[in-house]
């Protein structure tokens, strides 16, 4: 396999258990993604770390990412010169981040929002892809996972085709990130605050996407805490049930369901919680069984709090008071969930719009 760019830096990162029905996407002008084949080769040093890695863990494809900047200002950003002194590692790191971290962050955060589906990626590679050599190898400069998640490596076999993206949903997938990129870069800018924005503590959660079926249900529940409560007291769960409920169903009974299933949802945290997790009903053993249910409800809460923020619905209130106002208020309710709807596409993609 050979360089999909003529970049003189590029970053690669190895997805599994992802799928599509051709050899290679585009994805906007940083990213392509090419399915990996075990008997081709990067033109890597055999010691190489990423050489190592692909040989040990071989992905089904591999997302290839330039920098957001012609060749000559790349080279100039990652001049070995504009890194001296001792905190030459801290600059190179936190250049890189702009250059190419920051980007795949988003890139996942996007693929997991769009549809249901566990997006497996690695660590996230730099490559020096300019001649060091007279072999012409390239070589590694630096690794960071950039999909914020937790891989068991030993599960990958087990995990095979469980995220699918076809080709006829890409432009789709495009101007769902058109839509959403503004809201995750700004949240970038913040993480250096003493306090993150409850919106990237949920989707920092979210991103983990643990496999243990405990701590998945644990990382939602505070994930939706964060999200739609601004409290923390005994009418919490009530609360964020309610509150999830009025945001998501349109209808009576959906809203009943939801609300009844939020709520067995926070009987299953406190028994994981006390260590009685072994001791669980029928009805929680079947929660805790269908643990990506829970991890759908908070997908569509992320893009619906998304929604209403874009939309300034909840700029002069609180959006926990905002869902209290509309378990009142039929015209309110119907009014906040259409602005909330705005980025939760259909099924049929052929009727999907971001306007």
């Not at 190489?48 to 040990?56: E, F, N, P, W, Y």
């Amino acid at each position: 396999m050979t360089s999909t760019f003529s970049d003189p830096y590029i970053a690669l990162t190895p997805l599994y258990a992802f799928s599509s029905d051709t050899e290679e996407l585009n994805i906007g002008e940083v990213f392509r993604l090419v399915r990996y084949k075990q008997d081709s080769s990067l033109q890597l040093p055999p010691d190489d770390i990423l050489t190592k890695h692909l040989r040990l863990y071989a992905p089904d494809y591999l997302l290839w990412q330039r920098a957001p900047v012609e060749g000559t200002v790349l080279r100039e950003a990652l001049n070995p010169t504009q890194f001296a002194g001792e905190d030459r590692a801290a600059k190179l790191e936190a250049t890189l981040s702009i250059l190419f971290h920051f980007p795949a962050t988003n890139l996942f955060r996007l693929l997991r929002l769009f549809k249901p589906g566990r997006v497996i990626a690695g660590d996230t590679f730099v490559v020096a892809c300019e001649t060091r050599s007279e072999e012409g190898f390239w070589e590694t400069t630096f690794g960071k996972r950039c999909s914020e998640m937790v891989i068991d490596y030993g599960l990958l076999r087990t995990e095979r085709g469980s995220y699918a993206l076809p080709s006829g949903e890409v432009p789709f997938f495009d101007l769902f990130s058109k839509a959403l990129l503004p809201q995750l870069e700004s949240l970038q800018r913040s993480a250096y605050d003493s306090v993150l924005p409850p919106l990237e503590i949920a989707l920092q959660l979210y991103n983990q996407d643990e496999t243990h079926e405990g701590r998945a249900v644990l990382n939602a529940l505070t994930a939706l805490e964060a999200l739609v409560t601004n409290e923390g007291n005994a009418e919490l769960s009530y609360r964020l049930s309610l509150r999830v409920a009025n945001l998501l169903e349109s209808d009576d009974a959906s809203r009943l369901h939801r609300f009844k299933e939020m709520k067995e949802f926070y009987d299953l945290r406190s028994k994981i919680i006390h260590g009685s997790a072994s001791k669980l009903s029928p009805k929680l053993q079947n929660r805790i069984e269908n643990v990506e249910s829970l991890r759908e409800i908070l997908r569509r809460t992320i893009l619906s709090v998304m929604a209403i923020t874009a939309s300034g619905s909840a700029s002069d209130i609180r959006l926990d008071e905002l869902l209290d106002q509309i378990v009142f208020d039929e015209a309110k309710r119907k009014e906040v969930q259409k602005s909330a709807a705005k980025f939760l596409h259909v099924e049929c993609f052929s009727s999907y719009r971001i306007q």
